[in-house]
């Protein structure tokens, strides 16, 4: 990360306009919003799960899921280096409600890894709603990441299966071309957003999250759970206006 001398001057002289006759210290705070963060070659952006069953129509649609999909493709311009994740789930998966009897989505089963939310059935391979949002433009993502298609085990993050111990080969990716620092994007942000940026943490990478340019599915207080756990774990909390596009 590098502060961008001429976006720091700019934001100084535009804080003067705005201020007017501003007092130091109100000029030094609106210089500090102004400083924006401009992605290195070791910076890699993680665009989450923009797949057709977490959209508006899919059938885990979460909120206004679409409307990240300009930013994101925003957003990547300005990373040189783009993975994309996708969740592919087989037909019967573990994490579908569908597969235990008398059981609703979004109600919770114990598993040998723990417990399980239980969702209606999604992103199963090869079919359309798993396809990535036809709107999403990233010609120059590097990796599409697979994740999920163990069918006794659910996998949120991009790094580690839901054990916590089954890796998905990204750690390793990332180590051997040298990338140390991970922006993340996407959806959810309290579900596999959420546990990529802590699994990143856990290995040793910087994580920091662009709130704006995620959104979450918010069951039972699972989106503030998240944030504070992603911050306990030393994820950063930040702001598509950060980054220098
Ligand atoms: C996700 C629930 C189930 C996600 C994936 O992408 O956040 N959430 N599978
Ligand atoms: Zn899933």
Known sequence: MTVDRREFLKGAGRSLVV?????????AAAQTGSMKMKPTVQ?????????????????????????VIPLINRLATAFEHVVLTQDWHTPGHISF??????????????????????????CVQGTPG?????????????LIIRKGYR???????????????????????????????VFLVGLAT?????????????VGFGALVIEDACRGIDAGGSLAKAWADMLGAGVKRIKSADIAV
């Open 190 to 202: 309290d579900f596999c957003v959420a546990w990529s940026a802590m699994d990143a943490r856990k």
């Open 151 to 181: 069918k006794h085990m659910d996998s949120y993050s991009a790094f580690y299966e839901a054990d916590g111990k089954t890796p998905t080969g990204l750690t390793g990716y990332l180590r051997d071309r040298g990338l140390t620092q």
């Open 43 to 67: 910076d890699v952006l993680l665009v989450i799960d923009v797949q057709n069953c977490f959209t508006p129509g899919g059938s885990l649609a979460v909120k206004e899921g679409d409307q």
């Open 97 to 122: 409600a569908s597969s235990h009897a008398g059981k609703k989505p979004f109600e919770t089963t114990q598993l040998p890894y723990g417990t399980q939310v239980l969702w209606p059935d999604h």
């Open 19 to 27: 201020a007017g006759i501003a007092g130091a210290a109100r000029v």
């Open 130 to 142: 798993a396809d990535l949002h036809k709107d999403l433009r990233i010609p120059h993502a590097e």
